[in-house]
């Protein structure tokens, strides 16, 4: 099993920043894909932003030019920078991370406990 531990949400004022965090442990052969999704009240969860082990960025379009990530492949871990937050970003922001625990194993969806990030107007 491969567990998705997450930090750093919030309340920050609209303009504001914040940095999370998020560390997968346990049985991890290999990970390919981590990102970040969130889910507003009353919406569907949605894509934040990707990266492989490789390096290959995704963003949505609502977080370009405001949102950065990054990643340690060496301790399993993704960075996501939010900056200019807006009050449209209040969502629960979940980790993902597509991983297998084993070379013969299929590559698996893992998913974090969800961390709250606020920005007031």
């Known amino acids: 099993q491969v567990q998705l531990v997450e930090s750093g949400g919030g309340l920050v004022q609209a303009g504001g920043s914040l940095r999370l965090s998020c560390a997968a442990s346990g049985s991890i052969f290999s990970i390919n894909v981590m990102g970040w999704y969130r889910q507003a009240p009353g919406k569907q969860r949605e894509l934040v932003t990707t990266?492989?082990?490789?390096?290959?960025?995704n963003y949505a379009d609502s977080v370009k030019g405001r949102f950065t990530i990054s990643r340690d492949n060496a301790k399993n871990t993704v960075f996501p920078q939010m900056n200019s937050l807006k009050p449209e970003d209040t969502a629960v922001y979940y980790c993902?991370?597509?991983?297998?625990?084993?070379?013969?194993?299929?590559?698996?969806?893992?998913w974090g406990q969800g961390t709250q990030v606020t920005v007031s107007s």
């Open positions: 993902n991370a597509g991983a297998k625990t084993s070379f013969y194993a299929h590559v698996q969806d893992y």
């Open positions: 990266i492989t082990s490789g390096g290959r960025l």
